[in-house]
């Protein structure tokens, strides 16, 4: 009895994360408040960190740092972000798919990124 439990919960988390899940408002929240986003953003690689207190840093190799701020639209479960030369904060969807995060936009294709803990900007 307990090997078909087992082999039951296997086969379900393995289909569960063979598919491809919108996170909340709260867990957008959760996943980047205070962490590291790390990845490639139109060919170059990045890190972004996102202050609890609604700032957010992006550093890219050999450019200056930028910063601006975050926040999350729990009414349409988006990702939300303005910098000083943008006139209105653009929002993205969060996705996670087979233990990946996508950065999901209607512009944009599916961009994968990984999370660190706490506050990352430079590369060990």
């Known amino acids: 009895m307990m090997m078909r439990i087992a082999c039951a919960l296997a086969i379900l ?12 408002a709260a867990e957008i929240e959760i996943l980047l408040s205070g962490n590291t986003a790390v990845g490639i ?4 690689k990045y890190r972004q960190y996102f202050d609890p207190d609604g700032t957010t840093i992006y ?24 910098w000083p030369s943008d006139s209105e904060w653009k929002g993205w969807l969060i996705m996670e798919y087979s ?9 944009t294709p599916p961009t994968p990124f990984d999370v660190l803990d706490g506050k990352q900007l430079i590369a060990n």
């Open 99 to 107: 233990g990946q995060w996508f950065w999901v936009s209607k512009t």
């Open 59 to 82: 550093a890219q190799e050999d450019s200056r740092s930028a910063r601006g701020k975050w926040r999350v639209d729990s009414d349409a479960d988006h990702f939300q972000s303005i």
């Open 41 to 44: 953003w139109e060919g170059a």
């Open 13 to 24: 988390a393995g289909s569960a994360q063979a598919q491809s899940v919108k996170l909340t």
